[in-house]
């Protein structure tokens, strides 16, 4: 299909960039380091005016070619860009004192946690008039109840995007991770969550499971899949390893099974059964951004409907944006998997936070990687 008729392609964009920043660490690829800047000079809270300045931190591979110069041209702002690989890494991130940035992207349980760790402000929705392009099915989620602290950025699902040509059509399940016929062939999500989740659905059992029985029997089922893995990746690094035959299968987040399979026609995404995971990823500001006043402008930004068309024809997820769906492209509404069936929808499990078992989750994913 021919893609992203909006904006420079993702895939264009990707290689003007040199591939910079899709590795998943933090790194700067524009100049400023507002993690080591600690400015604070803007103003924000309660000064002047701010610096035209806004530090976002975000996702690899999560904007399109026209957000940030669109916001730029519209705002005079500039903007810069870190990246982060896991909602675990950013809230380390944040609770190790990073005091620079203005706008993050944590999903659904992580916004939760982050509102009882005070890491993250309230809204100022008098800012945000563009929330009325939010569809109601994307307000007002348990994470946060009345959206004081955050606002949808996409969502989508996380499941596997694998070579059908070579490995056949899959059965619906997730045991093809664990089948030892693709060893050294896979990639897991270097993502304690979605990681364990796949372990814990595999075994009928639901990604928010607290009981110790439950998760001592994950933590042995990816004990018993580690040796049989190439690794485990962001999803946008797993994503070339599919699409240029170096892995057979790999669990992927959506976007980026939409994406490879929109460039390769032998590839295929399947959400298993009995349950995968569906996520909202949100823009939150981060106690003491330097330029929370610009943060709302951005957010403000973002709900705009042709920015949330031109931003979700490019990531290839799944736009909150009510007001943006007229311009979705229809080539991507037609993939299959991306507009889901009710029957889909109704078996996906959304990730929440798991309160002191969190420490268990982590524990377990420390102790599988280095197995
Ligand atoms: C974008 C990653 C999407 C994040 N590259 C899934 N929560």
């Known amino acids: 299909m021919q893609r992203r008729g909006t904006s420079i392609s993702r895939g264009k964009f990707l290689k003007m960039m040199g591939a910079a920043g899709v590795a998943g660490s933090t790194l700067s690829v524009l100049s400023c380091q507002p993690n080591t800047s600690a400015t604070g000079g803007g103003g924000g809270s309660g000064g002047g005016p701010e610096e035209k300045e806004l530090a976002l931190y975000n996702w690899s591979d999560y904007v399109a070619g026209s957000t940030i110069p669109g916001f730029q041209k519209e705002t005079g702002i500039k903007v810069t860009q870190d990246f982060f690989a896991s909602n675990e890494d950013l809230l380390g991130k944040l609770q190790a004192g990073a005091t620079g940035y203005d706008v993050i992207v944590p999903s659904d349980y992580m916004v939760a946690i982050m509102v009882k760790s005070d890491v993250i402000q309230k809204l ?23 959206n004081e ?12 995007l694998y070579n059908k040509k070579e490995v056949g059509k899959l059965d619906s399940s997730w045991d093809a991770m664990w089948d030892k016929q693709f060893e050294g062939k896979m990639a897991m999500l270097a993502d304690s969550r979605e990681t364990i989740g796949a372990a814990l659905y595999k075994l009928g059992y639901s990604v928010n499971s607290k009981n110790q029985d439950q998760l001592q029997e994950a933590e042995a089922e990816l004990k018993k899949q580690q040796p049989l893995l190439r690794g485990y990746f962001a999803s946008t690094e797993v994503r070339p390893l599919v699409m240029n035959g170096d892995i057979l299968l790999g669990h992927v987040y959506s976007g980026d099974a939409f994406l490879a399979m929109s460039e390769n026609e032998d590839l295929d995404y399947l959400i298993p059964n009995p349950r995968a995971t569906r996520w909202t990823d949100n823009m939150s500001i981060p106690n003491g951004a330097p330029h929370p006043d610009n943060a709302n402008k951005f957010i403000n930004y973002i709900l705009d409907a042709k ?9 290839y997820y799944n736009t909150p ?32 936070d798991v309160g002191k078992t969190t420490r268990e989750y982590e524990r377990i994913f420390t102790e599988v990687k280095s197995a």
């Open 149 to 160: 602290y955050s606002l949808p950025y996409q969502w989508g699902t996380t499941g596997i």
């Open 307 to 315: 920015v949330g068309a031109a931003l979700s024809n490019y990531t």
């Open 321 to 352: 944006n009510e007001a943006s769906l007229p311009d979705i492209d229809p080539a991507l509404k037609d993939l299959p998997g991306y507009t889901l069936a009710s029957d889909i929808f109704e078996r996906l499990e959304v990730i929440e």
């Open 124 to 146: 100022d929705k008098s800012k945000i008039p563009n929330i009325k392009n939010v569809g109601e099915n994307y307000m007002g989620l348990s994470y946060d109840p009345n």
